[in-house]
């Protein structure tokens, strides 16, 4: 379900988890599936700067903190990441590959 | 003036007067039995009375075992009637039907001790993967998911994903 309240979400990504994604991308590029890996960056970001409660799947409650845990699946590529509505803020934890995407283990 | 008079030489008029006397007694016996008569049909119609209000309280009781024991005899309230009618006897085989129940009953009885016993486990089960459920999500919490520091951190430092595209986007294979 989009959000219609309050304008884009913010996605907040670790470094070293931007790092990783280039690695992969540039993998995916030489060996000519950089189109396939590029679109699918660009749905995910779509979708967590969108829509991201209603997108991906919740996983568990992080009861520290009182978000939850979801997963998002675009082909090749999954993120794990959790939604704070009051700040309208996606904190993504990690990306992983589909195991059946150029051999390449998620971060 | 000549008198006549009967084969035992009375007169007529003491004749008469013997029947009159007779008549009076057949009539003061007649009115007795009548008495007699009236009471016995009055009797007659108490005892119905009172038939027809043993009946209804009987009713009464085989309506409460109904209720109590709520199940479908196989002696029906129409059987019951027929048996009054026929002068048959039904209880024994209410009697052999209560006994059936009985037994049926106890075996219930036993069947509910073991399914509360076994319910009394199955919570203990339910309370203790509820409680593995709450040590997986701290673990998970632990491993896979954001201490406060951490959502502070990126809040802070975190990038946005639009640079790698942009930076892929533009790469040649």
Not at chain 1, 11 to 27: E, F, I, R, T, Y
Not at chain 2, 16 to 40: D, H, I, M, P, S
Request: proline share 3%.
């Amino acid at each position: 379900m989009a959000d219609s309240s309050g304008g884009a979400y913010r996605v907040a990504c670790p470094l070293p988890v931007l790092a990783q994604l280039k690695a992969w991308g540039a993998s995916a590029v030489s060996r000519g599936e950089g189109t396939e890996y590029v679109e699918a960056l660009n749905f995910i970001n779509h979708k967590l700067t969108t829509d991201p409660a209603g997108w991906g799947d919740p996983l568990y409650p992080l009861r520290k903190v009182g978000l939850m845990m979801r997963r998002g699946l675009h082909r090749p590529l999954q993120v794990h990441y959790a939604v704070d509505e009051t700040l309208r803020l996606v904190f993504v934890k990690s990306f992983a590959l589909l195991f059946d995407f150029g051999g390449e283990q998620g971060s | 003036m000549t008198m006549s008079h009967d084969l035992n030489g009375n007169s007529a008029g003491e004749g008469l007067a013997a029947e009159n006397v007779r008549l009076r007694e057949e009539v003061a016996r007649l009115q007795g039995e009548l008495g007699g008569l009236k009471q016995a049909e009055s009797d007659v119609k108490r005892l119905e009375q009172e038939k027809a209000e043993i009946a209804a309280e009987r009713d009464d009781y085989l309506k409460s075992l109904y209720y109590l024991t709520r199940k479908d005899w196989t002696v029906t309230e129409e059987e019951i009637a027929d048996a009054d009618k026929n002068d048959v006897r039904f209880d024994e085989r209410f009697i052999e039907e209560l006994e059936r129940d009985l037994r049926s009953s106890q075996k219930l009885t036993t069947e509910s001790d073991f399914l509360k016993t076994e319910m009394t486990r199955l919570q203990s089960v339910v309370v203790e993967r509820e409680q593995t459920i709450q040590s997986l999500y701290a673990l998970l919490e632990e491993v896979a998911g954001f201490s406060p520091e951490e959502l502070a951190n990126l809040e802070k430092d975190g990038a946005s994903l639009d640079g790698v595209i942009k930076e892929l986007a533009g790469l040649k294979p």
